[in-house]
């Protein structure tokens, strides 16, 4: 996987470069990272990226010729290794993010994240390169590079060889529909409150079924829509409803 990243501002992807698993997983030459800076490709003497929106209004509007220019040199490095690029912008207008795009995307060989600044870019620009738009949800930011950063981190933790047992094990149980069990760990008496009896007693058969209770019970309670999807099997439904 190759993620080119086009942004003002590529010292915010330091953030998940030198730190945890995708920090790990570059170390490991799962992924390569190239960031690419429009203002190094605008050609006036002030190295400008942006300009007033036609039509009037507040703020300024991101010009399309850097972005274009810094496609091309995106596009003339990948042709190299024959690979074309899949480009990606970041806005509220999108398609929501949600397991299946990340699972998608991480079968591509290279993703160019496009982060947005200002108000916006030109239309122009968006139209003639933009293969998908997506929104992490319907709220605003200041850019597209924490949108960027969070399709990045999702598709690094798809890749092979990213994540050991347990991180896959947390992983996994969010794909297969549920919300995670909660969790407790040191002391066993915390300021007053104890760990759930079960979860001390050793009995694993007994554990992984308080577990499961637990996660059809949060499910059911903050994100009945996933349990709608998902279906339940009768053991599951009697399980959620204490039958069992
Ligand atoms: C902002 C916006 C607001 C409402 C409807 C559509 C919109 N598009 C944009 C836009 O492209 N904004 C640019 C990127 C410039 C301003 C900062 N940007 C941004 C992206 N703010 N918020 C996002 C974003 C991206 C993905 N998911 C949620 C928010």
Avoid at 138 to 152: K, Y
């Amino acid at each position: 996987m190759r993620f080119d990243v086009v942004t003002l501002f590529p010292g915010l992807f330091d953030a998940l470069l030198d730190f945890g698993i995708s920090g790990r997983a570059l170390d490991r030459g799962l992924f390569r990272f190239k960031a690419w800076n429009p203002r190094d490709f605008a050609t006036d003497n002030y190295r400008t990226v942006d300009d007033r929106p036609y039509g009037g209004g507040p703020g300024m509007v991101m010009l399309a010729e850097p972005l274009d220019a810094a496609m091309d040199a995106i596009e003339a490095e990948l042709q190299q290794d024959n690979i074309e690029a899949h480009v990606i912008y970041f806005t509220p207008r999108g398609r929501a993010l949600d397991h299946a795009k990340v699972v998608e995307l991480a079968k591509r060989p290279q993703l160019t994240l496009i982060a947005g600044r200002y108000e916006g870019v030109d239309e122009r620009f968006l139209q003639r390169r933009v293969h998908e738009e997506i929104s992490l949800g319907d709220f605003v930011l200041s850019g597209g590079e924490i949108p960027a950063l969070a399709v990045m981190d999702a598709v690094i933790r798809q890749l092979p060889g990213s994540l050991n047992n347990a991180e896959s094990a947390l992983q996994e149980s969010f794909v297969d529909g549920l919300l995670d069990a909660p969790c407790y760990t040191r002391p066993e008496v915390y300021r007053g409150e104890t760990v759930p009896d079960v979860l001390m007693s050793g009995n694993h058969k007994a554990i992984e079924r308080w577990r499961l209770q637990q996660r059809l019970k949060l499910t059911a309670k903050r994100r009945p829509d996933l349990l709608d999807k998902r279906g339940m099997s009768r053991a599951e439904k009697d399980l959620l409803d204490g039958k069992d």
